[in-house]
């Protein structure tokens, strides 16, 4: 059911390990550029520094996309979805997104076998 | 790091649940649509039946997204992310993705202090 929330913190659910998955989308063209986990510190902080911060689940700590790389997302809106168990972070991405040096994580499409290989990037997502 | 799988059975990691997240993006406007949950199976099944199949966490079964509502999603396109622990779903949407019956299920957007407002929809998004 939809909850009648008016404040992101009434309608966000952390699950037992305190995280929501978070998906990063490029503004301008629209390209899934990854999926990560935020904390409620994430959060408020993503919300408030417009720097798009996450939990690292591997490292336990508060990650702030871009602070060693300076592949930083700069957040132009933060959304949650009907159920508030996701968020969707709309960004403009400095660099690459994935630490592979690919645009997007997303780079590997499988076929109906479950065949990995290389997306075909579309003029818009470039 | 980035594993060199050729196949997405050698890259997807189901946690403990045996459950991956799976975004869903249009296709034609590049909307993210929703976050819901695959397991084996239902990856399986998606990728054959290019029909996008999730596992219902609350149902404890498999949902073929649509089949109840007709809201079905085709998939276009299935990605899978640098570590194997994200599925993205390019999809054709039949009707609105989200069960309030709004297009798309983030349809919210928070401010600074997180103050919940409808989305502005672009025309892109449309």
Redesign the interface.
């Known amino acids: 059911m ?1 909850k009648e ?5 009434e ?1 966000v659910t952390f699950d037992s390990r305190g995280l929501v ?1 978070a ?1 990063a ?1 490029d503004v301008d ?4 550029l ?2 990560a986990y935020m904390n409620r510190e994430s959060l ?1 902080q993503t ?2 520094t ?1 720097k798009v911060t996450y939990w690292s689940r591997s490292r336990q700590e508060l990650w702030v996309k871009g602070a060693t790389s300076g592949h930083f997302q700069h957040l132009e ?7 508030g ?2 968020i ?1 972070v709309r960004v403009r991405q400095i660099g690459p997104a ?3 040096g ?1 645009r997007t ?12 290989s290389p ?1 075909r990037t579309s003029d ?1 997502e470039r």
Chains 1, 2 share one sequence.
């Open positions: 939809m929330a008016e404040d992101i913190w309608l998955p998906v989308q063209t629209g390209e899934v990854m999926l408020r919300l408030e417009r809106e933060l959304r949650v979805d009907c159920d168990d996701a969707l994935c630490h592979t690919a994580c997303f780079f590997r499409a499988a076929d109906a076998s479950g065949r990995l997306i818009q």
